[in-house]
């Protein structure tokens, strides 16, 4: 495996903190003008990049970028990689808005975000695309450009303007940019995806609101396995370092747990970001020393459940600090997160500095008392302004005057200012007139029939049918009867029964690391 992460810095340990004032391009340049022979960024296939290097090969791919695109918006699609967070800050050297593009979602819905960008060329690399040349189809394989080809043909010009710019940035890069600063795409594991324009501020002001309430250090390491198409992989794992120049190791697949331990103890991480599912896949192929210099992991994207916390506190022997957010796509995506002087255990911590929130009735629209349950609203500079096709209802509220986004997330928040989330308004299904929580069902018998590294089971229903129904995907053969009768024995209310249980080979996943709720209501609905 190339050489690490790992050196002794001749400059300063601090927290990092970004500019508010400056735009991704801005604060860019102004970290790394600092101590240009620092680490910054280390994968297995392209080994360690400086600070310096890094800025000099992203000077030229931008003018490779400015010559080949000729629309404002340039795909990328290509897994954590240091050369996937080049190219988002070269788009921004060449003045274009990056679209990050999931390739795991199917043809139908890859086109359909690839169209409604109108984009002309997507960006990735050739020994990815082998990988996955069956998943894309033609209409995606006819706009490709294939970075690792294209700049053997670089021309001389092209290298020396970019090493000019990478000598020069504050004199010769053009950091006058669009205020958007990224498209994503909402998960689509329930819904057909919705794009959604994040601008500089609401990134920047996202990560500012989030560093308000623990640390991070520049010569931290994090590693980064989400995919840069995940709202939180893109704005942690890619724009935090570029941002602030704290160093990051990527490894590509989230899923290769093997690969996942090896960059983790090769570069000896001390940060990682995860979600509960792939954090108990790691724990159950690493050991106690591969996690001897994690200091902090911040969980999201799921409930993390106690098992996992106690069994990561075990692995740990308690010297490493664990912590629970709630982040969605159209927030930046950071909503809450635990302060790291005190953690709540099942909460998902406070809300980041700079955003207004609410805890909203669902029938009056109005904000409800402490401990009350509705849905979670919010605004601030890192909320999104609105879905970029106009067709989508309006997420916004008018709450006392004020608008607000409706996260469609139900939970409450206690005298401390902690929030719970107890369920998503999506994921319930009315039935006899109660609102059945999907979510709620399954963490019940994720307690009973889950195992320890592994993800074999998850409840979806449908309303499609005659009747609702409410259906358990697992990896093993269950019987319904004994299931029906442990979720009685726990307190689910009889009305909320399993209806059918589909033995399945494997739960699907999206890329993020999340359940494929989409998929299996498509499975549901496809006998109904």
């Known amino acids: 495996m190339k050489e690490s992460l790992l050196h002794i810095s ?20 102004t970290e790394f003008s600092k101590n240009k022979d620092e680490y910054f ?13 890094f800025m000099l090969k992203a000077a030229v791919v931008s003018q490779l970028i400015k010559s080949k695109v000729k629309g404002k918006y340039v795909g990328i699609m290509l897994p954590a990689l240091q050369s996937t967070t080049l190219l988002i800050i070269a788009s921004y050297m060449a003045g274009k808005i990056p679209v990050m593009l999931n390739w795991t ?6 086109s359909y975000c690839a169209d409604l960008m109108n984009l002309e060329v997507i960006i990735t690399a050739d020994a990815f695309y082998k990988k996955v040349e069956e998943q894309l189809p033609d209409d995606i394989k006819d706009r ?23 000598t020069f940035p504050k004199l010769l890069v053009n950091t006058k940019l669009d205020e958007i600063a990224v498209v994503l795409f909402t998960s689509g594991s329930e819904t057909l995806p919705k794009a959604v324009e994040l601008s500089h501020e609401n990134i920047i ?32 794992l890619s724009i935090l370092p570029l941002i602030t120049a704290v160093k990051v190791a990527y490894t590509p697949n989230p899923t290769n747990i093997r690969e996942v331990v090896e960059a983790l103890k090769h570069n000896k991480a001390n940060n990682i970001m995860v979600t509960p599912t792939l954090l108990k896949m790691l724990m159950a192929r690493a050991d106690k020393e591969d996690f001897s210099t994690v200091e902090l992991v911040i969980s999201g994207a799921e409930s993390l459940h106690k098992d996992i916390l106690a069994q990561y ?35 998902v911590g406070k809300f980041i500095k700079g955003l207004e929130y609410h805890i909203m009735d669902l029938d009056t629209e109005k904000p409800l008392p402490v401990g009350k349950e509705g849905m979670i609203i919010v605004r601030g500079p890192s909320v999104f302004g609105g879905y970029m096709d106009k067709n989508i209802e309006s997420p916004f509220v008018e709450v006392e005057g004020k608008e607000f986004y409706k996260t469609g997330d139900l939970g409450y928040m206690d005298e401390d200012g902690y929030v719970f989330i107890t369920g998503r308004l999506r994921r319930f299904i009315k039935i006899g007139g109660e609102m059945i929580s999907m979510p709620f069902i399954e963490k019940v018998l994720e307690e009973k029939y889950g195992e320890e590294g592994k993800h074999v089971l998850a409840v979806e229903g449908s309303d499609k049918g005659p009747s609702p129904i409410v259906v358990l995907f697992s990896t093993k053969d269950l019987d319904l009867s004994e299931v029906n009768r442990y979720l009685r024995e726990s307190g689910v209310a009889s009305i909320a029964k399993i209806r059918e249980i589909k033995r399945v080979d494997e739960i699907p996943m999206l890329g993020s690391g999340k359940t494929n709720y989409r998929a299996l209501k498509e499975m549901i609905e496809k006998d109904l």
């Open 10 to 29: 001749k400059s300063a340990d601090y927290n990092v903190m970004p500019n508010v004032q400056k735009n991704i391009l801005e604060n860019f340049i």
């Open 41 to 53: 960024a280390w994968d297995a296939t392209s080994g360690t990049s400086t600070r310096k290097s």
């Open 105 to 110: 979602v199917g043809h139908k819905v890859l």
């Open 144 to 166: 490709l450009l294939l970075l690792d080809k294209e700049v053997k043909s670089i021309s001389l010009g092209m290298k020396l303007k970019g090493a000019l710019m990478a």
């Open 205 to 236: 002001t996202d990560l500012w609101g989030s560093l308000q309430l623990f640390d991070i250090r520049v010569q931290g390491i994090f590693l980064s396995f989400l995919p840069p198409f995940h709202s939180f992989g893109f704005t942690v």
């Open 313 to 347: 506190n075990e692995i740990t022997d308690n010297k490493s600090l664990i912590v629970e957010g709630y982040g969605i796509t159209e927030c930046s995506p950071i909503v809450c997160l635990n302060p790291k002087d005190k953690q709540k255990l099942n909460s």
